[in-house]
């Protein structure tokens, strides 16, 4: 079933709207399976179901987001779980790979908490078993589902974490780490206050884009996960750097 709906996500990510029936065809199964299918990613907010299709244009910026490689955020996301142990807090900012780690951590670990400022990601969790999840306050912006400012830093000053854990949007060599929203991105500099460690969740092809703003320098941060078509320069910066990078693969085989 999981590898279904990761064929369904990365059909999705290529073509955004497809007939149930050319789904069935593709996964080879019947018609109701891949209903079924359908229903557990809308529960999610990863898809959209409409009469005979599905789709993702209309779904919100984070889950879109979350169908374009999800295979290989998916395992991201279960790498970066390991390195949580029980009983520790951790922070997670926005961002299709943290989501899939709160998802994995929530499943996994029996106490863990989360706290965080997405919307999305409480709201993506809810349903599991051991989900532990304390959703900061702020000003709310709608488009990433996200709280941010003076509010949410706030609120997270009564909170100390063991792991931060962000998502970035680029990378550059002279800025480090990049966002493309300038109140995010101070916002993510002031949570990093409230944590031991700060981690990078992220596919390889942000390292080939520049985001609008600087996020964080690359001193700040103890540990990049991605895959495996990380440029070579690249990673041999930021190791140079003393960040630990651990790479999954990125083929499906």
Do not use: W
């Amino acid at each position: 079933m999981i590898n279904r709906h990761t064929r369904i996500l990365e059909a999705l990510a290529k073509k955004q709207r497809i007939e149930v029936a050319a789904l069935a065809a593709m996964l080879d199964v019947s018609q109701v399976t891949v209903r079924k299918d359908l229903d557990q990613l809308e529960e999610r907010g990863l898809i959209r179901r409409e009469h005979g299709f599905a789709s993702i244009d209309t779904v919100d910026d984070v889950g879109k987001r979350l169908a374009y490689n999800y295979h290989i955020k998916q395992r991201i996301a279960a790498v970066a779980a390991k390195s949580v142990e029980e009983g520790e807090t951790v922070l997670l900012e926005s961002g299709s790979c943290c989501a899939l780690l709160a998802e994995e951590l929530a499943n996994t670990k029996r106490n863990v908490t989360i706290v965080t400022n997405s919307a999305f990601i409480a709201n993506h969790i809810r349903h599991a078993p051991h989900g532990k999840i304390v959703l900061l306050g702020g000003y709310y912006q709608a488009g990433s589902q996200v709280t941010v400012g003076p509010i949410t830093c706030k609120c997270a000053e009564v909170f100390f974490a063991d792991k931060f854990f962000i998502g970035v949007d680029g990378f550059t060599e002279k800025y480090g780490f990049t966002g493309k929203d300038h109140l995010r991105a101070q916002t993510v500099r002031e949570l990093t206050k409230q944590a031991r460690h700060v981690l990078v969740l992220t596919d390889s092809e942000k390292f080939s884009h520049q985001g609008v703003v600087g996020l964080l320098a690359a001193e700040v941060v103890s540990m990049v996960y991605t895959d495996d078509n990380i440029p070579p320069e690249k990673e041999a910066f930021l190791v140079e750097k003393n960040i630990t990078v651990h790479k999954v693969r990125s083929n499906e085989d």
